[in-house]
C-alpha cells in the first residue's frame, strides 16, 4: 500500500465548476501538507500549504485537511480552463522530504 | 522561480551507457533533491543532498548515483542505464516560507 493514494483521474468540467480533489495517507507522523500544480511537460510548482486541521482558502482556492481521518482535499472554485493541469498532493513529517501522492490530471472544458 | 536549470532537458541513449544529468541552481540554497516522475507512480524520490559532500538516498536509489561538490551543482548518474529509467527526471531545491520545494523544468530521458 502506498503511503499516499491520489485517484489518477482524469477528472473532467465543465468550465465554472468546482473541482473536487483529494488524498488519502497512511503515516499519522505526517503533519504538513502541500498541493502542488503541474502543467504539462513543466515542474511541479506550490499552489497551497498547511500544517493544520481545517480548511485554509486562497483566492478560488480551498485546502482541507482531516488529520482525524488521514484525508486532504483540495477545492478550486469557478473552474478555469487555465487550471488544466495535474494536481499532486504532497505530504511531509519533518518538512525537508516531501511523499507525493501520484497525481490527479484535470480538464476543465470551456 | 527559484533559478533552477537542468541539463541536457532531452536525451536518448542506449541501454548500458552511463548517462549524467546536472541541476544548477542560483540560489544557494542548501538542500537538493532528484525525483523520478513516472505514469501512475508520481514522483519518486532517488536522492538528496542537504549540503557539499552530504548526500542520502530516496526510495528508488537502486542503479543511481549523486555527487555534489558545490553548491549550487547536484550531479546524478545513471552508471549503465537500462530501460526501466526511461523517465523525466525533475530537480528541486528547498527553500520559501514554508520550507516548500521548488523545482526545476525537468529531464526527459529515454534509454532504448
Known amino acids: 500500500q502506498k503511503e499516499v493514494e491520489q485517484d489518477p483521474g482524469p477528472l473532467s468540467v465543465p468550465e465554472g465548476a468546482i473541482v473536487s480533489l483529494n488524498c488519502t495517507y497512511s503515516?499519522?507522523?505526517?503533519?504538513?501538507f502541500m498541493w502542488y500544480r503541474q502543467y504539462s511537460r513543466k515542474g511541479p510548482e506550490l499552489l497551497m500549504y498547511?500544517?493544520?486541521?481545517g480548511n485554509k482558502e486562497d483566492g478560488r482556492f480551498t485546502a482541507q485537511v482531516d488529520k482525524s481521518s488521514k484525508y486532504i482535499s483540495l477545492f478550486i472554485r469557478d473552474s478555469q480552463p487555465s487550471d488544466s493541469a495535474t494536481y499532486l498532493c504532497?505530504?511531509?513529517?519533518?518538512?525537508?522530504?516531501?511523499?507525493f501522492g501520484g497525481g490527479t490530471r484535470v480538464l476543465v472544458k470551456p | 522561480d527559484a533559478g533552477i536549470t537542468q541539463s541536457p532537458r532531452h536525451k536518448v541513449t542506449e541501454t548500458g551507457t552511463p548517462v549524467t544529468l546536472r541541476c544548477h541552481q542560483t540560489e544557494n540554497h542548501r538542500y537538493m533533491y532528484w525525483y523520478r516522475q513516472d505514469p501512475g507512480h508520481g514522483l519518486r524520490l532517488i536522492h538528496y543532498s542537504y549540503g557539499v559532500k552530504d548526500t542520502d538516498k530516496g526510495e528508488v536509489s537502486d542503479g543511481y548515483s549523486v555527487s555534489r561538490s558545490k553548491t549550487e551543482d547536484f550531479l546524478l548518474t545513471l552508471e549503465s542505464a537500462t530501460s526501466s529509467q526511461t523517465s523525466v527526471y525533475f530537480c528541486a531545491t528547498l527553500a520559501g516560507e514554508y520550507n516548500e520545494q521548488f523545482f526545476g523544468p525537468g529531464t526527459r530521458l529515454t534509454v532504448l
Open positions: 503515516n499519522s507522523a505526517f503533519q504538513y
Open positions: 504532497a505530504i511531509t513529517a519533518a518538512g525537508n522530504k516531501l511523499t
Open positions: 498547511t500544517y493544520s486541521s
